[in-house]
């Protein structure tokens, strides 16, 4: 069990650039969420997935932001035209749902985005 | 709405010294409970969580929790903090959703400890 790993770590982009952030899940989970945090604050729910199909997004969500997860695997998480307001943390979690039974949620190391 | 209030920011105590974070949670039904912590560059590692049964759970590093449903509160505590415990602490509520037993969480906006050796 490798953990939920991210990709790139850390992300310096110029205003008005796409960015592309990948999330590997721990393999047998079916759930996988995208997160954000910015400085001092809690992590706050963008959207998440249940296998391949997008159940739920944020309205922190904007037009601007498109995750996917296409085969049920990985995910990616894409911002198109960033904006100064989009430099955070992004992190990715992932668990395990059997029939109802959803266990806790195992997080990744995050990705630091960082818009000049 | 579910919503979680971590009252205290920045908390410091001498290594050696009792612990207690407080966390204040707003959900209508039986709360899926979590507290996570998170070190500098490193994601989020669950310490504990509560979804029924005993009030007071344990978790790992030597820390344990208490689920007061009447004061809508999971405070965390440590009998004896050591020097590595100095992170954020972050404190969670997961919803329901779609049929199933654990949704999105809701966070805090996390206690930053301080340990003074």
């Known amino acids: 069990d490798t953990g939920v790993s991210q990709n790139p770590r850390h992300k310096i982009t110029k205003r008005g650039q796409n960015v592309t952030f990948r999330c590997d899940p721990i393999?047998?989970?079916?759930?996988l969420y995208w997160y954000r945090q910015t400085l001092g604050q809690g992590p706050e729910f963008l959207t998440y997935?249940?296998?391949?199909?997008?159940?739920?997004k944020s309205r922190l969500l904007s037009d601007r932001f498109s995750a996917e997860r296409p085969k049920g695997s990985f995910s990616t998480l894409e911002i198109q035209r960033t904006e100064q307001g989009d430099s955070a943390m992004y992190l990715c979690?992932?668990?395990?749902?059997?029939?109802?039974?959803?266990?806790?949620?195992?997080f990744g190391p995050g990705t630091r985005l960082t818009v000049t | 709405a579910q919503s979680v209030t971590q009252p205290d920011i920045h908390i410091t105590v001498s290594e050696g010294a009792s612990l207690e974070l407080r966390c204040n949670y707003s959900y209508g039904a039986t709360p899926y409970l979590f507290w996570y912590v998170q070190s500098p560059g490193q994601g989020l590692q669950l310490l504990l969580k509560?979804?029924?049964?005993?009030?007071l759970v344990q978790g790992i590093k030597g820390f344990e929790a208490e689920f007061k449903r009447s004061q809508s509160s999971f405070n965390l505590r440590k009998p004896s903090v050591h020097w590595s415990d100095a992170a954020e602490y972050f404190c969670?509520?997961?919803?329901?959703?779609?049929?199933?037993?654990?949704?999105?969480?809701?966070f805090g906006r996390g206690t930053q400890l301080t340990v003074w050796p």
């Open positions: 997935f249940q296998n391949e199909a997008q159940l739920e």
């Open positions: 393999s047998e989970h079916n759930r």
């Open positions: 969670a509520v997961a919803s329901a959703d779609r049929g199933s037993t654990l949704g999105r969480l809701y």
């Open positions: 979690a992932s668990s395990l749902k059997i029939y109802r039974d959803n266990n806790e949620q195992y």
């Open positions: 509560y979804f029924s049964g005993d009030t």
